[in-house]
């Protein structure tokens, strides 16, 4: 049988939608093979740079590792770099080898674009892969430490100066987070924080121009409000190593000029010999087919595609992942001769992140801003998550935006941080897992013989002598209280008798899991739905009520502290991780 090669070209946004689709709907299809090519091991959540740039997260929080996101797939994942297309023999060639196709995906996204203006290239920063935004935050710590013991005032001004050049996504992103990150950083190089000056330089008369003017003039004024200098109307004619020239003849003095003023078609698209639109970027129908190759299918931030006269397609994410939905359907569509689909953008709108807890948003005409449009930005975040069948992915983004993020960087400031101490927990976790052997330890001798037994300490010797006659063990009446039970889940008294006997071993299970503070975290939270159970079956004393919040507590990760946590969670981790995701590989080549 012969097979049908489709090959993707980068998993950005729209590369990996169309891998997922393909790889779904072929699944159980051996006559097609997919195989998706990218430079590194993993993608990248480009729309999060910012936030790494400006330390809000660490940058593995952007960075979703290929093979967790194709396990169990049919996708081939390839890690190296594209260099050429071989159109004739249709063959994509890369740095370490050669790839034949029948169906070829190109999404290789875009590039910052100097537009011309000289010294942008040589001087300024960007924020266009993860490697940027570890630069720039690199680059900000070390400039402000230096800065920060620097005595000529001018000297001084100029390193704690940082100008973004450009106001869309990522300028005005990367202003809101900076806005966030320089109170620590002034606290820590002991600093006024009004010692940094941060600038949008923008060409056009106003920031983010892809908004409704309504919602732009609400960040500019949030912007403001905050302190930051917003530049409209200046042209940038010439960057040097520590100036910015405007048109204007205005010189802004800064030792870190980042560079957000235009993006153009990836380079290496320079040599694929194929039509090209403006900016470098692929010219493609409707069908997202490139206008000079057939079955050549281009999308996201390098194609270029005018659903109706002058109006191109929009290079941002969702764009990207729309068009991704589309070549797949198009690509099945060739495969099974049926009729392509022409493609046809839905505006969702947009929502800006002004750092961590303001943003702007535009959502199908509903206008949001503050909190409440960052509330919906994650919510985005976790559907985007969600759609590419990354519950792994999804739960770390909770885990990073939610629980793991410092100075208030947060929806809900620092309410959920989990970084503090366990330790305080240990006593209770010991407490709670007494309180459950006891209870079980109590059922397994009998009520009698335990009272009797630990009622002074020279009567220890007594459980020595066997079990009761009320043990829950041997028992051959029910001796729990079944009322309400029985009626609702214990049809039989044989299956009473056997909750009986199960509840001796839970209980024990569950004091001796808590001492030793071994799955703690599991253990508590069925802790917590006993006790709950308990409550509902009327069964649960009243003095016996604190052993619920007391469970919840120790949800805090108290078994990593003087428990068997601390080496046993990361240790399973690894295990599932490998047997479920396969081991993560700084280089995939598949088949
Ligand atoms: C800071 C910032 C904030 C943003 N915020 C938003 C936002 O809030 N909302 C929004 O909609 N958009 C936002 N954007 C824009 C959005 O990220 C892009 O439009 C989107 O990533 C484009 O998707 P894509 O699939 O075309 O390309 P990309 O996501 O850029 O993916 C391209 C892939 O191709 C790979 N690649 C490139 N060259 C090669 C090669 N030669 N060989 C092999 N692989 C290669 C890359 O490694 C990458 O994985 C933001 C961008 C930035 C930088």
């Known amino acids: 049988m012969m097979t049908q090669e489709i090959v993707i070209l980068g998993a950005g946004y729209a590369g990996v939608q169309v891998a997922k689709r393909l790889a779904k709907q072929y699944k159980n299809d051996d006559s097609i093979s997919i195989t998706l090519i990218d430079r590194h091991s993993y993608h990248t959540m480009m729309t999060g740079l910012h936030e790494v740039a400006a330390d809000r997260v660490k940058p593995d929080a952007i960075q979703y590792d290929l093979r967790k996101l194709f396990n169990r797939t049919k996708v081939n994942l390839v890690t190296d770099t594209v260099t050429d297309i071989d159109h004739k023999q249709q063959i994509v060639v890369t740095d370490d080898g050669e790839y034949p196709f029948d169906y070829l995906v190109i999404g290789m996204g875009s590039e910052p674009d100097d537009l011309g203006i000289p010294g942008v290239r040589e001087h300024t920063l960007s924020l266009w892969s993860k490697e940027d935004a570890i630069k720039l935050k690199h680059h900000i710590e070390e400039t402000v430490k230096k800065a920060s013991v620097v005595h000529d005032k001018k000297t001084r001004q100029k390193m704690l100066t940082f100008a973004v050049c450009g106001s869309g996504f990522t300028g005005v992103e990367l202003v809101g987070e900076l806005l966030e990150w320089k109170n620590r950083l002034a606290y820590d190089h002991k600093i006024s924080p009004e010692s940094i000056t941060l600038y949008i330089i923008e060409r056009d008369p106003s920031i983010l121009k892809f908004l409704d003017p309504k919602d732009s003039t609400k960040a500019e004024t949030y912007l403001l409000k905050k302190g930051v200098k917003i530049l409209k109307e200046s042209p940038i004619v010439e960057v040097t190593g520590d100036e910015i020239h405007l048109e204007s003849g205005e010189v802004i003095p800064t030792c870190t000029p980042i560079w957000a003023g235009g993006i153009k078609a990836n380079n290496f698209a320079k040599s694929f010999n194929m039509n090209k639109g403006p900016s470098g970027r692929i010219e493609v129908n409707q069908y997202l087919e490139s206008t000079s190759h057939e079955h050549v299918y281009v999308a996201g931030d390098l194609a270029y595609f005018e659903e109706k006269p002058n109006q191109p397609n929009p290079r941002n994410a969702e764009s990207a992942k729309q068009m991704g939905k589309t070549i797949a359907k198009n690509i099945t569509a060739s495969i ?138 041997i028992s051959s009446t029910v001796q729990m209280d079944t009322s309400w039970l029985q009626f609702t889940f214990l049809p039989s008294n044989e299956m009473a008798m056997f909750v009986q006997r199960m509840m001796i071993f839970v209980e024990i299970g569950f004091g001796l899991f808590l001492i030793l503070g071994l799955l703690t975290s599991l253990v508590s939270t069925l802790s917590a739905l006993l006790i709950l159970g308990f409550a509902f079956t009327q069964t649960l004393e009243w003095d016996q009520l604190w052993a619920l919040p007391a469970s919840i507590a120790l949800l805090n990760g108290a078994g990593h502290t003087a428990g068997l946590d601390y080496w046993f969670v990361p240790f399973i981790q690894r295990l599932l991780g490998q047997w479920w995701y396969g081991k993560e590989k700084a280089i995939y080549k598949d088949k």
């Open 336 to 473: 099974n001769e049926t009729k392509k689909i022409a493609h046809q953008h839905s505006n969702r709108g947009a929502i800006v992140s002004i750092g961590s807890r303001y943003g702007v948003a535009n959502l199908m005409g509903f206008h949001l801003s503050g909190w409440f449009a960052m509330v919906f930005k994650h919510l985005m975040n976790l559907f985007y998550l969600l759609s590419i069948g990354s519950g792994y992915y999804t739960f770390k983004y909770v885990e990073r935006e939610f629980f793991y993020t410092t100075d208030k960087r947060n929806i809900f400031r620092d309410f959920f941080n989990r970084y503090g101490n366990a330790l305080w927990a240990v006593p209770l976790r010991i407490y709670l897992g007494l309180f459950w052997l006891v209870e079980g330890a109590s059922k397994l001798w009998g009520e009698s013989v335990w009272t009797e037994a630990t009622s002074t300490l020279s009567n220890v010797g007594l459980l020595f002598r066997g079990l009761g006659e009320d043990s829950w063990l």
